[in-house]
């Protein structure tokens, strides 16, 4: 098995663990248990965002979460708060919504928010869908991307590039290779007569590749 699911339960996974099954994690962190895991170092990829729109010189940044039950979700959100704390920024509970990475769940949210709110410097969104949400919602709605407000997403996806929209892009391919590197090896050492779950873990941690494009880059530090 290869499993993808960011929130699937310790518990679960555990189980798993007992059947004697080889499996690969993907993208999921699982304390105590020895397991195989593919990571994404979601935190530095979020951090190296929050670092580049400060840079920009932007201090009052939205960020928008995915699911916090998602370990994706938390780890972007605490490389955000640790990009504001390094930079002396005031973290404001008002400038966090939670969604859940879909565009039809982040719509109404930030419809709601600059409804109630002043319109913030930066909008960095947890993954490019919700990206693609606040940019039809910013558009439809007569505001320029970045004269009004800069916009960021996460993922890479070829919307994303298409649109100009700075993010931070996941190597899925790199992903998916390594884990089926690490299960084709306990196949092997299955077939050694090893006994699979005992076999020594392995946790590989990929990096994100920040692709600064249009939506971010200040007009006022261009002029």
Partial sequence: LIILDPIMDDRMI???????????LIDRAVPNQHVNTIMIDDFSGARNMTRHLIQQDYKNILF??????????????????EALQESRLTQKKELIIESNFTREDVLPKIAKYVEKNLLPDAIFCSNDEMALGVYQYLTENGYKIPDDVALAGFD?????????????KIPMRDMGAAATRLLVDQLAKGKNGENAPHVQSQKIMLQTELLIRKSTLNPKKLA
């Fill in 14 to 24: 555990g189980e798993i663990s007992l059947q004697n099954v080889p499996f690969v």
């Fill in 64 to 81: 928008i979460t995915g699911n916090m039950q998602s370990y994706d979700a938390r780890e972007r959100l605490r490389g955000y708060q």
């Fill in 156 to 168: 890479g996806i070829d919307t994303a590039e298409f649109l100009g929209i700075t993010t931070s």
